[in-house]
């Protein structure tokens, strides 16, 4: 398992999108993002007490949440944003399980999953304004250039 995340990582960073993502010091920050997946899924095959579950994901949580502020392996800083509040809403999810984990309800999953689907509508609508500002200068250069090349043969 552990072969497979060193060479789907390797393949992951040789692909043209991945360029210049992660900084040369923080080149493991996939491997360490998937190893923590892991640890938290085995928990969840291994211990059968929620509590020891929810222990594993704050924990785990929390040292995600140390890394990101410490190393800020992502060479963009608003990508690191990004993956700090992302790690943060993961954090405080598992901090309000544990707080009500003793009298668990209906409405505290509905929270849950209403507190996931803001995380995600905010992840979908950041990464949509900077894929359009992305896309808008693409296509002003290459509108640029062939005007350029046209005033030539002029």
């Not at 892991?38 to 040292?63: D, N, P, Y």
């Not at 992840?123 to 296509?139: G, H, S, T």
């Amino acid at each position: 398992m552990i072969l497979h995340t060193f060479f789907l990582g390797y393949i992951i960073k040789k692909s043209p999108l991945h360029r210049n993502q992660y900084k040369p010091t923080c080149r493991y920050f996939e491997t360490l993002f998937i190893s923590r997946r892991l640890t938290f899924c085995l928990s969840l095959l291994l211990f059968k007490s929620g509590s020891l579950q929810l222990m594993t994901l704050l924990l785990s949580s929390f040292f995600q949440v140390l890394y990101l502020m410490c190393c800020k392996p992502l060479v963009e800083s608003w990508k690191n944003q990004l993956e700090m509040f992302n790690e943060m809403v993961v954090l405080g999810v598992a901090i309000f399980s544990t707080a009500f984990a003793t009298e668990p309800n209906e409405e505290m999953g509905w929270f849950i999953i209403f507190i996931i689907v803001i995380q995600a509508l905010v992840n979908f609508i950041i990464n949509l304004v900077i894929n359009a500002r992305q896309l808008y200068f693409w296509v002003k250069s290459k509108c640029e250039k062939r005007r350029m090349k046209i005033e030539q043969f002029d």
